[in-house]
């Protein structure tokens, strides 16, 4: 699946936001809620002005 894909390679470059970004959002519309709240969290850690994550948390706590 596109997110196992994505974790190979989230563990293999582990410092790329936009592989964690992408698996965030991948998480995300497989309702996988909790998990992508994690990954955009990180994401937020190491690029704390990154739009996409930001957006992507706001989302989420539409859902809570």
Known sequence: SAIDSLTKAVRFRPEDVELRLYRAQALFAANRKPEARREYE?????DPRNRDARKGLDILQQYE
């Open 42 to 46: 990180h994401v937020l850690a190491m």
